[in-house]
C-alpha cells in the first residue's frame, strides 16, 4: 500500500509559477504510474499530466502543453509537476495518483478510475 503526500500548491498570480511535489511511501514507487489530476469547484475531477515509472513517457492535458512538466526522482519517491505561466483557469484542487503496475511498467495512465491510490489534494489558486 503506498501513501501520496501532495505539497507545493498556494496563491500566485497569473504568469507565475509553482512546483508541486508528490511523496510517496513505499519502496516499490518505482513500479507505479503517476497522474496529477485537478478538479475546480463544480467541475470534474480531469487529468493534467501523467508519467510512467522512469518518466520516458509522459502525457499532457492540452491546456497545459508547453506550461506544465511531469517528471520523477525514484530515488525521492517523488513525482513534481512543474506549473509555468500560470492562468486564473488553473485554479482547483490538483491530486495525485498512482499505480502499482508491475511488469506493464511502459504505459501512462489517464482515466482517473484507472488509478487506485490518491493523495489529500494541494489547492492552488491564480490570481488575475
Known amino acids: 500500500q503506498v501513501q501520496l503526500v501532495e505539497s507545493g500548491g498556494g496563491l500566485v498570480q497569473a504568469g507565475g509559477s509553482l512546483r508541486l511535489s508528490c511523496a510517496a511511501s513505499?519502496?516499490?514507487?518505482?513500479?507505479?504510474?503517476v497522474g496529477w489530476f485537478r478538479q475546480a469547484p463544480g467541475k470534474e475531477r480531469d487529468v493534467v499530466a501523467a508519467?510512467?515509472?522512469?518518466?520516458?513517457?509522459?502525457y499532457y492535458e492540452d491546456s497545459v502543453k508547453g506550461r506544465f512538466t511531469i517528471s520523477r526522482d525514484n530515488a525521492l519517491n517523488t513525482v513534481y509537476l512543474q506549473m509555468n505561466s500560470l492562468k486564473p483557469e488553473d485554479t482547483a484542487v490538483y491530486y495525485c495518483?498512482?499505480?502499482?503496475?508491475?511488469?506493464?511498467?511502459?504505459?501512462?495512465?489517464?482515466?482517473?478510475?484507472?488509478?487506485?491510490?490518491w493523495g489529500q489534494g494541494t489547492q492552488v489558486t491564480v490570481s488575475s
Open positions: 495518483a498512482a499505480k502499482d503496475l508491475g511488469s506493464r511498467l511502459s504505459i501512462v495512465l489517464v482515466l482517473d478510475y484507472e488509478y487506485e491510490h
Open positions: 513505499g519502496r516499490t514507487f518505482s513500479r507505479y504510474a
Open positions: 508519467i510512467n515509472w522512469n518518466g520516458d513517457r509522459t
